[in-house]
């Protein structure tokens, strides 16, 4: 892989917010270090308080950059932060979502260093949340900060919308943006939760992968069993999770679930031949993942197989006897949590029916099996040639000297569909991590020049896109 020349504009964005950026330099990596000193571990309850702390954080900064109507609004669960700044009138009016939720830090005994307390060292952030997603959300209050320094507004119109369940499905998010569609009045979203490509080669996200999350629940008894006595004559539930769990995905990647790949919007040989370009490197990736072979789907690519199309995993599983030594028991349980990535157009309840139907056609009998939906969200799929992603490309363009690549994630962001298919606004995922940086894992890293460069990208593309063709979205 041979990196691209890069030639930048000389003068990619406005000298007196250049000169703004370069005298604030440590006070930004300070702003980042600060917020991520917070704790804000969602999924964890003890930590809901310190979700309310990341919150009134973010509202403050965005209230010291001038924004309006800043609110932290409760929620049934973690705040969503709102707030604008709407100086340019006739201009369009672009909504930002970034999160300010982690993920948990274990296993903690991996990390190198305390997970909350970050710091900067070798021009790395290192810490929970500095890449996903603390780091992008001060990259955008670091933006204004700089244009406010330069006495300037920003030339389309802002609607900042922070959210602090977007790591386990946004689901206070998904009940308020039906309900305020007027605070969401706009013509595009820019979401910065994504990264560059491997290799560090900026790129735009044009597809995500949506979630269907479940777990299935064995029971055979209301306690263990002594297996002596009852060996032979009853299901285990164990070996009943197994068999059900060993059905669902085939040895080719194939999930079995009858119907999963209805719904599938098939790839062209135009996406194919797209990312084969890519400069991704099999073998590369392997190395860097530790794994000792790298198994797709039949027919697909490693980089379609985990980006382009639709999978099935088990993230744990669990029941009987863990501890050391030896127990004779018949479990009383065994649980498993699945989940699936879906491809746009794929709907994670219609998928959770055909799962939990699969489930009880081939559970054994013998055991009581229930399949429960924890949460799910659906994919998405941006036109590359779409006038907001090609504002997107020349503002990185300007300040990275090469043109980005278009590429598709696995990973998801429940809450892009709902922007798309909810208000019907386009959405822009522009984001600067690199794809090693061990997000939801321990010793997570940014990498300080991604940070500075990407300042400087949201600074420009506030420009590119206040020539935006208003009320064209589409
Ligand atoms: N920032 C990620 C999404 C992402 C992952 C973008 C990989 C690009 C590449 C986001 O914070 C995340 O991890 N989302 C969760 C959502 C889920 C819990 C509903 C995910 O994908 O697991
Ligand atoms: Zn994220």
């Avoid at 308080?49 to 990341?54: G, I, R």
């Amino acid at each position: 892989m041979t990196e691209p020349t890069r030639n930048p504009e000389p003068n990619p964005i406005d000298p007196a917010v250049e000169a703004a950026l370069a005298s604030s330099r440590a006070a930004r990596a300070e702003a980042l270090l600060e917020f991520a000193r917070i704790p804000s571990v969602s999924t964890q309850p003890e930590h809901a308080s310190d979700m309310v702390a990341a919150a009134e954080w973010a509202a403050a900064r965005l209230r010291g950059v001038g924004a309006t109507e800043v609110e932290v609004i409760r929620t049934d669960l973690h705040p969503i932060v709102y707030g604008k700044i709407h100086e340019a009138p006739g201009a369009p009016t672009v909504v930002v979502y970034c999160h300010y939720d982690v993920q948990p830090v274990d296993p903690i005994d991996l990390w190198e260093t305390a997970p909350f307390v970050p710091f900067l060292r070798d021009r790395r952030f290192v810490g929970r949340g500095v890449a996903d997603d603390k780091g992008q959300l001060v990259m955008h209050l670091a933006a204004l900060e700089a244009m406010r320094a330069a006495g300037r507004s920003p030339a389309v119109n802002l609607t900042f919308v922070f959210e602090g369940e977007e790591e386990f499905g946004s689901e206070s998010l998904f009940h308020w943006i039906p309900q305020n569609r007027d605070r969401l009045a706009a013509d595009v979203v820019v979401i910065s939760d994504t990264g560059y490509f491997e290799g560090n080669v900026p790129a735009i996200t044009v597809a995500l992968r949506g979630i269907m999350y479940a777990q299935i629940d064995v029971e055979l008894s209301p306690v263990d069993l002594h297996s002596g006595m009852y060996g032979g004559s009853v299901e285990n539930p164990a070996i009943a999770l197994a068999r059900i769990v060993a059905a669902l995905k085939g040895p080719d990647g194939r999930v079995r679930i009858p119907g999963f790949y209805d719904d599938v919007v098939p790839l062209t040989d135009a996406d194919r031949a797209e990312m084969a370009a890519l400069p991704f490197d099999e073998e590369a990736f392997r190395v860097a993942t530790g794994v000792p072979a790298l198994v797709g789907e039949a027919g697909w690519t490693i980089l379609e197989s985990r980006t382009a199309r639709p999978t099935l995993d088990v993230n744990g599983i669990w029941g009987g006897f863990q501890g050391d030594g030896a127990k004779t028991i018949i479990p009383a349980h065994a649980h498993a949590k699945v989940s699936t990535r879906l491809v746009a157009d794929q709907s994670p309840q219609k998928v959770f029916g055909a799962l939990r139907d699969y489930v009880s056609q081939v559970a054994p009998p013998g055991v009581k099996v229930t399949t429960t939906y924890i949460h799910g969200g659906e994919g998405s799929l941006t036109p590359t040639d779409h006038p907001a992603t090609q504002a997107a490309a020349r503002a990185i363009r300007a300040v990275e000297g090469v043109d980005p690549v278009y590429i598709r994630e696995g990973g998801s962001i429940p809450v892009t569909a709902a922007f798309d298919h909810v208000l019907g606004l386009p959405v822009v995922l522009v984001g600067f991590t690199q794809p090693n940086d061990n997000a939801h894992a321990p010793n997570e890293w940014f990498d300080e020049r991604n940070f500075e460069a990407g300042t400087r990208v949201i600074v420009r593309l506030w420009d590119e896109l206040a020539a935006l063709p208003r009320g064209t979205e589409g």
